[in-house]
């Protein structure tokens, strides 16, 4: 009588110093452990900070049959797998700087870098932190040119992007060598040594404080403990084999006017990143990198061009840099969809969202935000105006729930959106 054995999904055939990684048979049991037969909800949130020239993107009927524009032209082989939104924005976003409005994103927090802003925590690292050490980084964030990301902690500290494709596969799927890991551990539990002497130290403190010290503090204690997750997690990962891929490293683009390049790096790691469920949340910020991008017919800086004045020669080569950024999120999007998992693809399992901070670049408006949902299992393949005003973080609270988290609130929600029975 033969005995079924359930093969791990990360099974690699080995000979003469050659691997192969084996495709997801249904024999494999899921990458996520467990046995389940159902493979985890992710999410993932895709800002292009410059914006999107509007006539180019918003139709003008809604429903299922609504025309093509420019950019959703790109997007044609997709209909059926994202929904488009109108209609939605965060509220008060009149920063101090025109572009404020790009570090909250993803938290909604009003007034940006006005006297006294603290940032809240993102949608992404709520998420992330409910996610916890499930995988082996609870979220992955992602820039094209900087540090700069639009991830925050429950303290208001930013989270650096990571810009470098090439260092991020090492850290995704390389092994180190057996010194390496030895350091690794080391400088893990020196560290841990360390945050345990500034709590105790920091507890003196606010003893004698203030109110205001203590204020100060509360953000100091947010961070020890945030840093000592992040060291008891990796301590936990740090033994487990990482995941094979048949993919090789990706050489970094050193060139910063070679904006699409950068960006299309980072897409093509997505999917290995959700395949191999090394992370469930990911963003990425497609940043500004005040250089004139390296894409035929367009002669200005981005940022420049962003800011037109009706001009039609800079708003066909605006349209030239922004359709390209389309194009590769249409490339993610193929990607996502033709890897099968249980029974359907990845991009069933993955929500998407992608849109920019302002809905009018041009005069710096963040009302009415470009916003398109793909993936997650969603009925897709409608325009839906929603009343205007509505809350971006509707739609983040959606997000959320189809990912099975038991949130409620975030940012301004008002309540989730509904349109699938519409």
């Known amino acids: 009588m033969a005995i079924n054995t359930a093969l791990n999904r990360r099974t690699v055939l080995q000979s003469a110093g050659v691997s192969l990684t084996l495709p997801l048979l249904e024999s ?28 180019s ?40 700087q025109p572009h404020d409005s790009e570090m909250t994103f993803l ?34 964030t992602l820039g094209t040119m900087k540090t700069q990301s639009q991830s925050y902690t429950r303290g208001g500290v930013m989270i650096p992007a990571q810009i470098s494709p090439a260092k991020l596969f090492s850290q995704l799927f390389l092994e180190g060598k057996p010194t390496e890991i030895r350091n690794e551990k080391r400088k ?76 299309e790096l980072l897409m093509n790691l997505i999917p290995l990143i959700i395949q191999t469920d090394s992370s469930r949340i990911v963003t990425v910020m497609v940043q500004d990198h005040f250089v004139v991008p390296t894409i035929d017919g367009v002669t200005g800086n981005h940022h420049n061009l962003s800011h037109h004045g009706q ?24 990607q996502m969809k033709t890897r099968p998992e249980s029974g359907g693809s990845l991009l069933d399992n993955t929500s998407i969202l992608f849109g920019s901070n302002l809905g009018n670049a041009n005069a710096h408006h963040a009302n009415n935000l470009p916003i398109l949902l793909a993936g997650g299992g969603f ?19 959606t997000m959320l729930n189809r990912m099975g988290l038991e949130v409620d609130k975030f940012g301004q929600s008002s309540g989730t959106i509904s349109w699938e029975s519409a």
């Open 311 to 334: 001009d039609p020669a800079k708003i066909e080569q605006l349209k030239r840099i922004e359709s390209e950024i389309v194009q590769c999120f249409g490339s993610l999007l193929e």
């Open 107 to 140: 938290t909604s927090a009003r007034k940006p870098g006005m006297g006294g802003f603290r940032n809240t925590i993102s949608i992404d690292q709520l998420a992330a932190n409910q996610v916890g050490d499930a995988t082996r980084f609870p979220s992955i």
């Open 379 to 397: 009925d897709h393949g409608r325009y839906i105006a929603q009343k205007k005003g509505t809350p971006l973080c509707n739609l983040f609270l």
């Open 28 to 55: 494999m049991t899921a990458a996520w452990g467990s046995g389940s037969e159902n493979p985890p909800k992710r999410s993932i949130f895709v800002c292009t900070a410059l914006g999107l020239h509007p006539k």
């Open 188 to 263: 893990l539990s020196d560290g841990k040594s360390i945050l345990d002497g500034l709590g105790s130290q920091a507890r003196k403190i606010r003893r004698r404080g203030s109110t205001g010290d203590n204020h100060l503090l509360d953000d100091y204690f947010d961070s020890i403990r945030i840093a000592e997750k992040n060291i008891l997690t990796a301590e936990g990962w740090i033994d487990q084999p990482k995941p094979k891929v048949n993919a090789s490293r990706p050489a970094d683009i050193p060139n910063p006017a070679d904006i699409i390049g950068r960006l």
């Open 57 to 96: 993107f918003w139709p003008q009927t809604q429903g299922a049959d609504y025309e093509l524009t420019p950019y959703l032209e790109i997007l044609q082989p997709h209909r059926q797998q994202f929904t488009l939104f109108s209609g939605l924005q965060h509220e008060d976003q009149t920063g101090r």
